[in-house]
């Protein structure tokens, strides 16, 4: 399978301050990124989709102002948490997915990051 | 639309036990159809997948889903449960790899040794 990275791992930051987390695709070039968040025992929830190049759309109920995602190349995206606070303490994971190139295995799977622990104090 | 229903939150194996963990899903086109593997603070693993072909697959550690069109079920199985497959376990549907992933609830696997 291929590999996503997802950095910082884990975050703790003062209530008001922004966070960036960056995913990247290591292995193929990924036309499109998902971006996820995870409460306790429960199962993902998805923020927004982002395609290289263009604005990402976002599920109904997330704030597009707070979540800020960038997908500037077809191997890097962002999501910044603006003015960061408690209640957006989460685990946040991304995937990568719609491979360009001959490897079927790119084209039709999503691969996960390992994930980011954000703690907002 | 797309749908997936894990039934079953939480199911206690003994090692060496067989695992089934079931997943059915609703979908109005044909389905990519995926089951993912979780452990504690970590990211989704990728355990098999099914898209087209064989509609018996085959992943890593030993698991195996099959493709069940008229009953609208991918249920994951292993024959001997291990203590590592201890985790957490999702299914989920999609129609292509740039789409968005819908996931079950989730079904959390104890193996009791």
């Known amino acids: 399978g291929a590999v996503v990275s997802q950095h910082p791992s884990r975050v703790i930051c003062k209530s008001g301050t922004s966070v960036k987390i960056e995913c990247r695709s290591l292995d193929f070039q990924a036309t499109t990124m998902f971006w996820y968040r995870q409460f306790p025992k429960q199962s993902l929830m998805l923020m927004a989709t982002?395609?290289?190049?263009?604005?990402?759309?976002?599920e109904q109920g997330v704030e597009k102002d707070k979540f800020l995602i960038n997908h500037a190349s077809l191997t890097l995206s962002t999501l910044t948490v603006t003015s960061a606070h408690p209640e957006d303490s989460s685990f946040y994971i991304c995937?990568?997915?719609?491979?360009?190139?001959?490897?079927?295995?790119?084209?039709?799977?999503?691969?996960f990051g390992p994930g980011t622990r954000l703690l907002v104090l | 639309a797309q749908s997936v229903t894990q039934l079953g939150s939480h199911v206690s194996v003994s090692e060496g036990a067989l695992v089934l963990l079931r997943c059915n899903y609703s979908s109005s086109v044909p389905p990519y159809l995926f089951w993912y593997v979780q452990y504690p603070n970590q990211g989704l693993q990728l355990l098999l997948k099914y898209t087209t072909g064989a509609t018996l697959v085959k992943g890593i550690n030993g698991f195996e889903a099959e493709f069940k069109k008229s009953e609208t079920s991918f249920h994951l199985t292993k024959p001997s449960a291990h203590m590592s497959d201890a985790a957490e376990y999702f299914c989920?549907?999609?129609?292509?790899?740039?789409?968005?992933?819908?996931f079950g609830k989730g079904t959390r696997l104890s193996v009791i040794a």
């Open positions: 982002s395609n290289e190049g263009s604005k990402a759309t976002y």
């Open positions: 989920a549907v999609t129609y292509s790899g740039n789409t968005p992933l819908v």
């Open positions: 995937s990568a997915g719609g491979g360009l190139g001959l490897r079927t295995e790119f084209q039709e799977t999503q691969y």
